[in-house]
């Protein structure tokens, strides 16, 4: 089955810098790829999210990239701000249908 | 945009006792929905995915008897923790696709299961 690892577990930034979070999956198949933030006891929320016939996604101070072959994909976030802060997920699936697969995920902390 | 619900946000019971979750799409027909598990600090595990008018499909690990899974209708699914005991105490979440082609998986808020 689906296998998701995600990486660092930990990031630290200082508010304007930028965040990047790396994600490696193992089935091919797979070819939606959602990032997720998740505040203390509250349900994921989606960020953004690719799919497989697209190379890299910009929304506003967040992109999201792709590389089919390597079989990555990683998350940016750029000008950090405090309300950043959160832990983030990344996940696979085959289709809606399909079950999502989580990575470990991303405590980031944006300090001021 | 899609809504699930979960019933009930949290509850206390006592070891031994049964407990069932509700996983509701307010505003879409969902014949598919998944369950998932997070323990504090971790990811979401995935348990099982309930399929309407058929039975449940369990990952690796899971006790389908301890998790009885229900998906009576479209727009919900019941997760009923059998014979609870505190290292059942999780946060449980549930997921539905919003229909059509789309892959966007609608997140329910989640239950606070905790076993005394």
New interface residues.
Partial sequence: ?ENVEQHPSTLSVQEGDSAVIKCTYSDSASN?F?WYKQEL????Q?II?I?SNVGEKKDQRIAVTLNKTAKHFSLHITETQPEDSAVY?CAA?I???F???????TRLFVKA | GAVVSQHPSWVICKSGTSVKIECRSLDFQA??M?W?RQFPK?????MA?SNEGSKATYE?GVEKDKFLINHASLTLSTLTVTSAHPEDSS?Y?C?A?????????F????T?LTVL
Avoid: V
């Fill in positions: 089955g939606y959602p006891g509250k349900r994921p989606l999210d799919r997920f699936s289709g809606g249908g079950k999502t697969i989580f990575g470990a995920g | 014949t598919t998944f998932y971790q990811s979401l595990m995935l995915t690796q946060f979440i997921s696709p919003a229909g059509g082609t789309g892959n966007e998986q997140f329910g808020p989640g606070r």
